[in-house]
Nanobody, 122 residues
Framework: DVQLQAFGGGLVQAGGSLRLSCTASGFTFDDYTIGWFRQAPGKEREGLSSINNSEGKSYYADFVKGRFTISSDNAKKTVYLQMNSLKAEDTAVYYC???????????????WGQGTLVTVSS
């Protein structure tokens, strides 16, 4: 079975840090781009960061650059999101996602993990 498990959320004060983990199983980890998204109450889900180890590329949304860092441990099939200088507006449910393009037409296979709640108190 394909599984993505996100954990590491919690309650933190503004200015603090958290590290989220996303552990994968049931698919070829290196083939996929692993990303982090979040969804705050009443808002749409937004992309934060992604990493593709086979291509050696990572991506950050502008609003997290300099504060969030994505990394990957291929041996553990785990992607991390280190979040520093957290703000109250970072409060959301954080999700990890794994996606791979499977053909020349651009069809994708995508998996989502369950969310982990991050609450930043001001």
């Amino acid at each position: 079975d394909v599984q993505l498990q996100a954990f590491g959320g919690g309650l933190v004060q503004a200015g603090g840090s958290l590290r989220l983990s996303c552990t994968a199983s049931g698919f070829t980890f290196d083939d996929y781009t692993i990303g982090w998204f979040r969804q705050a109450p009443g808002k749409e889900r937004e992309g934060l960061s992604s990493i593709n180890n086979s291509e050696g590329k990572s991506y950050y949304a502008d609003f997290v650059k300099g504060r969030f860092t994505i990394s990957s441990d291929n041996a553990k099939k785990t992607v991390y999101l280190q979040m520093n200088s957290l703000k109250a507006e970072d409060t959301a449910v954080y999700y990890c996602n794994a996606v791979v393009v499977v053909n020349i037409e651009g069809s994708r296979v995508e998996h989502w993990g369950q969310g982990t709640l991050v609450t930043v108190s001001s």
